[in-house]
């Protein structure tokens, strides 16, 4: 979706209410037959996300959350529980791509259940690589795959901060 500059602010909470404990939108006012006075706002994309329309554009509804509660129209935000309909502002948070691409589920193609440990079959080992912002950090390689996924545990922790997730597949290993 195009990112758009944002509505104007006073005409956006006069139509829109937002509760900023569960993160729902509500109709103030009429805009449109669909749009009824008190209905909640928006609908639910094929990605996960809320969108509303507003004055003809289409807006993540994360974003008009973050304005409408700080008055900033963010660059980039992060739901924090990686649930993308869940905009309570305390899900929220402002966030670069490099620490957005952080907060994601395990990949498909990782066979080993463990973010950034893979099997290094010529040195038949279990290898830790993390990268951070293109940078790749060397975590060590391990003949025992536990040893190799406390070792991604602590490198994930150390390098990704608050962005840090467990995205571990439970009891899969190779």
Known sequence: MKRHSPPDIHELTSSLDYDPLTGKFTWKKQRASNCMIGKEAGYITGYGYRQIHFNGKAYKAHRL??????????????????????????????????????????????????????????????????????????????????????????????????????VSRKGVQS
């Open 65 to 166: 959350a973050w304005f409408m509660t700080y008055g900033t129209w963010p660059d980039l935000i992060d739901h924090i529980d990686m649930d993308r309909a869940n905009n309570a502002i305390s899900n929220l948070r402002e966030a670069t791509t490099s620490e957005n691409s952080r907060n994601q589920s395990m990949k498909r193609r990782n066979s080993s259940g463990v973010p950034c440990v893979y099997w290094h079959s010529t040195r038949n080992r279990w290898v830790v690589k993390v990268t951070r912002e293109g940078r790749e950090y060397y975590g060590g390689a391990f003949t025992n795959f536990d040893d190799a996924k406390l070792a991604s545990e602590k490198l994930r922790k150390e390098l990704h901060g608050e962005f840090y997730r467990d």
